[in-house]
Nanobody, 129 residues
Framework: QVQLVESGGGLVQAGGSLRLSCTAS???????????MGWFRQAPGKEREFVAA????????DYADSVKGRFTISRDNAKNTVYLEMNSLKSEDTAVYFC???????????????????WGQGTQVTVSS
């Protein structure tokens, strides 16, 4: 079993920055562990949406158009942690942000929440205008 814990959310003014972290535990991640880690978000009254994803190698990332150029996803395998650096934040970025994990050896990307087996509890990001 895998547990994911997010942190780093908070209140920030529009134009500001935040860095979210997601740390995995409960399973040993080795250099041979193949996975995709994704970030999703859900605003009040809206469906959960894909934000970004990164492959275990760290050299390949995927972003939703709405965050491309403003958000950066990265990972530190030694710490079993994935980060989401969010810059130039807008009020429409306000949401609960979730990290999710899928073990896979495939080269494809996964943007559907149903495609991930493990989820964190979420962290609130509020951007004030």
């Amino acid at each position: 079993q895998v547990q994911l814990v997010e942190s780093g959310g908070g209140l920030v003014q529009a134009g500001g920055s935040l860095r979210l972290s997601c740390t995995a535990s409960g399973r040993t991640f080795s250099r041979y562990t193949r996975y995709v880690m994704g970030w999703f978000r859900q605003a009040p009254g809206k469906e959960r949406e894909f934000v970004a994803a990164i492959r275990w190698s760290g050299d390949s990332t995927d972003y939703a158009d709405s965050v491309k150029g403003r958000f950066t996803i990265s990972r530190d395998n030694a710490k079993n942690t994935v980060y989401l650096e969010m810059n130039s934040l807008k009020s429409e970025d306000t949401a609960v942000y979730f990290c999710a994990l899928r073990f896979t050896t495939s080269d494809r990307w996964y943007r559907g929440g149903y495609e991930y087996a493990y989820w964190g509890q979420g962290t609130q990001v509020t951007v004030s205008s």
